[in-house]
C-alpha cells in the first residue's frame, strides 16, 4: 500500500512539473513532447488508482443489456420522467 502512494505522488508530481513544461516552453517541438510525458504518466496514474480500487473499469457492467450504444449516455433534463399528479 505504500508503494502505491509512493507511486500514484511520484506520478502526480511528473504530471504537475510536464504540464507547467507544456506552457513554459519556448520550442514547441518540446512543448509537445512534455505533453506526451504528461498524457503517459497520467494513464499509468488513472490505471494505478483503477487498479487499487475494487470498481469495474468501466461501467458496462451497470448498463442495461438492451443499450445499443457503445458509450453510455449521461442523464439529462429529458431522461427525468415527470411525477404524475394523483
Known amino acids: 500500500m505504500v508503494l502505491q502512494a509512493l ?3 511520484v506520478f ?3 504530471v504537475m ?3 507547467a513544461m507544456v506552457v513554459v516552453s519556448r520550442n514547441p517541438v ?3 513532447l512534455f ?3 504528461a498524457f503517459f504518466n497520467a494513464a499509468a496514474e488513472s ?3 483503477c487498479a487499487s480500487s475494487n470498481r469495474p473499469r468501466s461501467s ?3 448498463r442495461p443489456q ?3 450504444l457503445s458509450i453510455p449516455r449521461p442523464r439529462g433534463v429529458h431522461d427525468i420522467k415527470p411525477r404524475s399528479s394523483e
Request: glycine letters at 8%.
Open 7 to 9: 507511486a500514484f505522488y
Open 12 to 14: 502526480g508530481f511528473v
Open 17 to 19: 512539473t510536464s504540464g
Open 30 to 32: 518540446y512543448s509537445v
Open 35 to 37: 505533453l506526451i510525458l
Open 47 to 49: 490505471s494505478l488508482t
Open 60 to 62: 458496462q457492467s451497470n
Open 66 to 68: 438492451s443499450s445499443r
